[in-house]
């Protein structure tokens, strides 16, 4: 196949189509800097105006989604990513990388963010050549070896820590930042684990600080996203509590990498190391530019 033929895939379909090509990128790379299929299932979560555009992608010989272009609304922002399989022929990569700039120049919304890893050259050219510019965030993967993680501190008094399985809420925790069906979104992942979903909640008996875990039985990667504190009940070894408790639950789920999307502080003194980076290039809408096809 020479010239890639792209389908537009919407909905669950495009969910379940891009999950299964993140677990067959990480397992053909284990090191690669890249995302998983629980990011794309993070990012279902909540209904987006890039929904009801569908997701660029294209089948190998197989009948396997080898590729994909993805346009992701985040509100001030869109993100573009162009996931490929390692190993995918050059002349394939370059038009995959054509049709990805094509997009871009489509795109008349907010600003879009492109993210480029360091092998992917040539999408840098074709993306400046839109009116791209470096822009100011990287994307850092940080990776833990379950066996390698270290004991967290016991939360202090008079808080608890809850699971949605063992005491589902209504409405979810996660409404406040995200929609009212974010738990009925949730629910149609099939990474997502409710068991896996935590909350602490605080004396006066409202959720003050959250995680969630995500294991992938394909990849045996283990996923932290998202994490938060409210600001009231920061630096009190909340959150490292959570996070200590959540990656025992992934190696109990036979996780045996784990992942975060951060170099931050807390991950780096939960033993978590800083591993590939991506940079993004970025580009504000254009005038006039017409919808996206």
Known sequence: MSVPT???????????????LCQR??????????????????????????DELGQLTCRDDTGT??????????????????????????RELEAVWGIAADRARSWAGSTLEAIVDVHDEPFDDALRSEGFTDGEDAYVDAWLDAADRPPGPPLPGGFHLFSQAARPTSPHHLVARNEE??????????????????????????????????????????????????????HRGIASHVLAVGVDLLAQRGCDRLKVSSGGGLYVRAGFTP???????????????ASIP
């Open 65 to 90: 989604v080898s590729a994909a272009i993805v346009l992701t609304d985040f509100g001030e922002q869109c993100q573009l990513d162009v996931l490929t399989v390692p190993g995918c022929p050059g």
């Open 25 to 50: 990128i990480r397992c053909a790379d284990p090191q690669r800097r890249a995302w998983e299929a629980a990011d794309i299932q993070w990012w279902w979560r909540r209904s987006r105006r890039t």
């Open 181 to 234: 069906r974010v738990a009925s979104r949730l629910a149609q992942c099939s990474l997502y684990d409710p068991e896996l979903d935590l909350y602490v909640i605080g004396p006066d008996d409202a959720p003050c600080a959250y995680g969630l875990f995500w294991a992938d039985p394909v990849t045996k990667v283990g996923l932290v996203e998202p994490m938060r504190t409210e600001a009231p009940h920061e």
């Open 275 to 289: 591993g590939p980076s991506a940079r993004t290039l970025v580009r504000s809408a254009p005038r006039g530019a």
């Open 6 to 20: 792209f389908e537009v895939l919407d909905g669950h379909d495009a969910l379940e189509a891009l999950s299964s």
